[in-house]
């Protein structure tokens, strides 16, 4: 069993695993921090950033987190956690020969298609400029100005895809619900099971009958809106892969939160506006239930919020329609029948207002001061960056950071000199270090594979050693492009005898509650799967003039012996001997035994602690009697 | 012998009710109950089940349930054909013991969908344009939703004016409940939920009962659908005596019920009291209740690949008619017990064991990269079984296991035989001729004097009294028996006089 890892983002994950015969990719995150080293994509023409200096200014590229490590038309399957980690597939599956099958939640699906729709809305809206590639040649790349020069493997990255790649690759995915069982070429099992971090997250169990191995990728147990995570499956796990822990493992989600609200109403208090750069689903859905909750007591209820999107209203509305995906609160709800998000009061009553763009009615409703979410939170393309250029100017505005996905200071640097404030909040609801050394020590993985980031303290924080996996063994890491052999031996598999061979065996207790039986049987091999039937009994031979001959034919399969075990005790067997009316016995002992001499039959005995040994003339009728005699005492196998 | 029990309490031969126990690996289930699709749900460690889209109502599944490796399905109501609001009930060849299937329209082969609404539509057409009113009574889930989406879209595109009316008062919730369990409808309607949702009608409006008496053409969905109480009841007997009105049902009706007696061709009706009514308005009868007919059950049946079958839900003759078909077509037995009659069915479970990987790998590899189904080949395996494992090891890593030491076994025989050549010579004669007779077999002519068929050992030594009388020594160990004892007497009978 190996381990090909493609991705160093350790809440990017990209995994191959081998196991029994199977290729399966966990996760196929997209990096998209390499967008920071571009300048912003603006939605009007930006005299400003036309003015920068700079040497292109182009649509965003991407950074894929693969290598030619191996070849992706091998890939059998892919197994997606979350929406956030399956933005790369169109890499995959599209013009690789890739010809396996996808695995998701729907939620997951659902608003994947959205996010990845909205990327390609964002980029393909706006006239690009040329695109160049030359400078990612090596010689030319060292010439540039940093960060860029210093920039890895920049010829990984890629330009964005196309709608129809994005319908192409998602037409190749199956959906799959919590603790469902899906067999892979009837080798292995998989099954998804929720792990509470967003709408149809979910860990994999990927077994087989005596192998288990567990892929735990974002997992939150924080209560927001999604289903709590399933901890108890994940027990007895040979090997727990462990990726997705939270980037932010000092920030407290609830504190952020709250400082987030109390900015936010300091702002529009003070007349400014604020902005919110922020995926289209997610956390989103958390910030909206918690302003729903807070616009009275704050005094805000005249305060307009909109959502920027060209997925803003699908993101809203897909929200309400999977609730056997959410916490148990809010499943209740549809029984009412009621929403379960409380934004479709907010709509209702009018407070949120959500938009494709800000072209159309949003510029003609727009009032001010107000307070926006849209993308995309790296600023560099999305309406987001029209409000940079609009807000950006007066110290009135403020901007909330809560993606935790990109430093907020490089997401800034192109904006600068900026008047605005700036408040960072990320929100982060991924397992923290404590949670997840709990969570390990109720499971009790046998191995655990995680990214090296995790065996060692930040970089930032190098005296903080709880901010690292401290495990005995200690944690196998592995960093972008190594190869893992993970560390267990498969010594069993799973084979199914007939009904009529299990019921023609004869077992036989060897010592107390442990009986053995000898199976002499025919195995059929199909699909993977193994079972033995009885050995199909020779047809019967056609009556032949010669008979004689018949019994002359040499025996036609080697059918060998069971093996025998045990001793045959020297008085019994002279008892047994005399029953079958040998008396005339001369026993002579021997250093290893006894030496039986059988007069009237010319026969010796040779009985040994570990042997027997039977030499006589050629009797076949005493030798066979001798034999069976000899057998009653052993054990066979 | 492992054995299913299966007993209808309310739903053997009969239609309506409905409540079956089974008895599987030692537990009892209960069915009849809802749950979510494509689980698979561990109840406890041995039970296991998982639903399946039923295509009935909103939220109808079907289960599996597995106790090892016995397993029933239960079907519940299904449908086998996609409508404009639900999908196709659906299964995967998942070969259960027993498949229980709901049989309501055992004998029942629809026409082709689209034929039956073009003809609800001109029925309903035609009603309305000679002024008269439709009664539709159904049920407030189910049928009603898909028979407003068929008439909301007529009325968009004929532009038609006469009012529809939708009784309940539960429509509003009702509607809700679809737009917040979309998941569950067709793909359709899921994909466009955004933009539009199909549940949300602009020409059907709540129901108020002082409408009934208004004049001119109006079409009504009431409930309860087989007509025997309720609203659609008193709508029934305000408009049975006009013969310009219609009523459609659009399902089954249970025997005894109003609906029954009208879709029988009763024209005058015994009311409580002594009241009768006569019924002059039109009757119609359209099957768009959504219950597999019986080529959707074949279907399904075709699709599970189920060892046995067994039908609840019913009419015994028209049930008797459909096993008859199903013998036939599958050669499977089915099942048609009674209420409280319990039918039990014995299963032939094989029995899962853990073989050594090393034996299996061992076995494949002598097996070749193609099975030969000439010639099978033979395993030998020692099967382990401890507390409650079971394995499957060669039979040395059975004894090491074990603890156990080995018993050697062998046999030594001698052959006497009238050979006049010299010692070597009659050992070479011997190879040549077992050479000419083992085909198959290794036999190898050692330089140390001895003669090896496989491990047997065969010497030759001269009588001291008789040069010419031999004596062979053939000695072998117990796993060669078979081999030996035959080599022994073959030997006996001494050699042919050809060889060289």
Request: with cysteine; net charge neutral; aromatic share 8%.
């Amino acid at each position: 069993m190996k381990l090909y890892c493609l991705s160093g983002h350790p809440t990017l994950p990209c995994n191959v695993l081998k196991f029994k015969s199977t290729t399966i990719m966990l996760d196929c995150g997209l990096d998209t921090t390499s967008v920071l080293n571009f300048l912003p994509l603006p939605l009007v023409h930006s005299p400003r950033l036309s003015k920068l200096p700079s040497w292109v200014s182009k649509d965003g590229t991407i950074n894929l987190e693969k290598r030619e490590l191996l070849d992706l038309s091998t890939i059998d399957v892919i197994l997606i956690s979350n929406y956030h980690c399956m933005m790369a597939l169109p890499y995959i599956t599209e013009h690789t020969g890739f010809t396996g099958t996808v695995y998701a939640t729907e939620p997951t699906l659902q608003i994947g298609r959205l996010l990845m729709e909205e990327l390609v809305n964002f980029m393909e809206r706006v006239p690009k400029a040329q695109s160049a590639t030359c400078w990612k040649n090596k010689e030319i790349q060292r010439l540039l100005p940093g960060p860029l020069k210093d920039a890895v493997e920049v010829w990984t990255w890629k330009r964005s895809y196309s709608m129809q790649e994005v319908n192409s690759a998602l037409s190749k995915v199956q959906l799959v619900g919590y603790s469902q069982k899906v067999e892979l070429f009837g080798a292995v099992q998989v099954s998804p099971l929720s792990s509470g971090y967003s709408l149809g997250s979910s860990n994999w169990i990927i077994q087989s009958h005596h192998e288990k191995v567990a892929y735990v990728s974002g997992s939150s147990l924080l209560t927001t809106h999604p289903q709590p995570m399933d901890q108890s499956s994940l027990k007895n796990s040979d090997v727990l892969i462990l990726t997705g822990l939270t980037q932010m493992p000092t920030a407290n989600p609830d504190g952020m939160l709250g400082e987030f609200c109390s900015n936010l109403a300091m702002t529009i208090r003070a007349g400014g506006n604020v902005l919110v750069p922020c995926y289209s689903s997610g956390v989103i859905y958390d910030l909206l239930e918690c302003l729903y909750q807070f616009i009275e007591s704050a005094n805000l209820g005249t305060t307009p919020f909109y959502f920027i999107s060209p997925v803003a209203n699908s993101s809203l509305e897909f929200s309400q329609i999977f609730a056997e995906w959410l916490c148990h609160n809010k499943q209740s709800k549809v029984y009412l029948p009621e929403p379960p998000f409380p934004h479709a009061e907010l709509i209702q009553t009018n407070k949120l207002k959500h938009y494709p763009s800000i072209h159309g009615d949003f510029s003609s409703e727009f009032r001010q001061p107000c307070v926006v979410f849209t993308g995309h939170p790296s600023l560099r393309f999305g309406d987001v960056v029209h409000f940079m250029e609009l807000w950006g100017k007066s110290s009135l505005n403020t901007i909330i950071f809560t993606e935790p996905d990109f430093s907020y200071l490089d997401a800034l640097a192109p904006y600068q000199p900026l008047a605005m404030k700036c408040v960072y909040c990320p929100i982060d609801t991924r397992l923290n270090f404590h949670q997840v050394s709990k969570l390990l020590k109720e499971v009790q993985p046998v191995h655990v594979v995680c990214p090296e980031q995790y065996t060692q303290p930040p970089a930032s924080q190098s005296h903080r050693s709880d901010l690292m996996l401290e495990l005995q063994p200690p944690p196998m890491p592995y960093r972008r492009c190594s190869v893992l052999s993970l560390p267990f031996r498969r010594r069993y598999e799973r084979i199914h005898l007939l009904p009529e061979l299990a019921n023609s065996l004869v077992p036989s207790e060897v010592k107390p509650g442990v009986s053995v039986a000898t199976v002499s049987a025919v195995m059929q091999s199909k699909d993977n799967k193994h079972t033995l039937q009885s050995v199909p009994k020779p047809p019967p031979a056609p009556p032949s003039k010669k008979r004689k001959r018949v019994i002359e034919e040499p025996p036609e399969v080697l059918a060998p012996k069971p093996l025998l075990s045990g001793a045959v005790p020297l008085e019994a067997f002279l008892a047994t001997l005399h029953k079958h009316g040998i008396t005339e016995v001369k026993v002579e002992e021997t250093a290893d035994g006894h030496i039986l001499h059988l007069q009237a039959e010319d026969t010796l005995i040779q009985l040994e602690e570990d042997g027997t040994h039977i030499v006589c003339d050629n009797n076949e009728p005493l030798r066979t009697t001798l034999r069976d005699l000899v057998l009653r005492f052993l054990q066979k196998l | 012998m492992p054995e299913i029990k299966v007993t209808p309490l309310g739903a053997g031969q009969d239609v309506g009710r409905s409540c079956i126990l089974v008895s599987i690996g030692g537990k009892n289930i209960m069915l009849d109950c809802g749950m979510h699709m494509g689980f698979n749900d561990d109840v406890d460690d041995e039970l296991e089940i998982k639903a399946y889209y039923a295509g009935h109502v909103l939220g109808a599944a079907m289960v599996h349930i597995k106790v090892g490796s016995e397993s029933v399905v239960y079907t519940g109501d299904y449908n086998m054909t996609p409508d404009r609001h639900l999908g196709a009930a659906w299964i995967d060849k998942c070969r259960p013991d027993i498949l229980i299937s709901e049989s309501t329209y055992a004998t029942t082969i629809r026409d082709s969908k689209r034929c039956r609404e073009r003809d609800f539509l001109k029925k309903v057409h035609e009603t309305v344009e000679r002024g008269g009113k439709v009664l539709i009574p159904v049920f407030a889930l189910g049928r009603a939703q898909e028979l407003c989406i068929l008439l909301e879209t007529f009325w968009e595109r004929m532009n038609l004016k006469a009012p529809i009316y939708f009784s309940t008062g539960l429509t509003e919730k009702a509607n809700h409940y679809y737009k917040l369990f979309i998941t569950w409808t067709n793909q359709k309607i899921r994909k466009t939920f955004v933009q539009r949702n199909m549940f949300e009608f602009k020409h059907i409006k709540a129901f108020d009962r002082s409408y009934a008496d208004n004049p001119g053409p109006m079409v009504v969905f009431a409930t309860p659908g087989m007509l025997h109480a309720g609203q659609s009841l008193q709508i029934f007997k305000k408009w049975a005596g006009n013969d310009k009105n219609m009523v459609i049902m659009p399902g089954y009706c249970v025997q005894g019920t109003i609906g029954h007696k009208i879709l029988n061709g009763q024209r005058k009706l015994e009311m409580e009291g002594r009241a009768t009514l006569d019924v002059k308005l039109q009757v119609e009868y359209m099957s768009f209740s959504a219950h597999a007919d019986a080529k959707g059950i074949m279907q399904l049946i075709r699709m599970a690949e189920p060892r046995n079958m067994l039908l609840v839900h019913g009419e015994a003759v028209k049930m008797e008619f459909l096993k008859g078909k199903i013998e036939q077509e599958f050669s499977i037995n089915c099942y048609m017990p009674a209420n409280g009659e319990t039918e039990t069915v014995s299963t032939n479970p094989s029995v899962p064991v853990d073989i050594s990987l090393n034996l299996l790998k061992r076995e494949m590899a002598l097996g070749g990269p193609l099975p030969d189904p000439k010639k099978p080949r033979t395993m030998h395996g020692t099967l382990i079984m401890k507390e409650n494992s079971l394995r499957l090891v060669s039979p040395e890593q059975a004894l090491k296991e074990l603890g156990l030491n080995e018993h050697q076994l062998r046999f030594t025989c001698r052959v006497q035989l009238q050979d006049p050549h010299s010692d070597p010579d009659t050992l070479h004669r011997i190879y040549t001729h077992l050479k000419s007779v083992l085909k198959g077999y290794t036999i190898q002519h050692l330089p140390d004097g001895t003669v090896m068929v496989e491990s047997i050992v065969i010497k030759v030594s001269s009588s001291a009294e008789d040069t010419n009388t031999k004596v062979l020594l053939l000695s072998w160990s117990y796993q060669d028996e078979d081999l030996g004892s035959f080599l022994s007497t073959l030997l006996k009978k001494g050699l042919p006089s050809g060889l060289c």
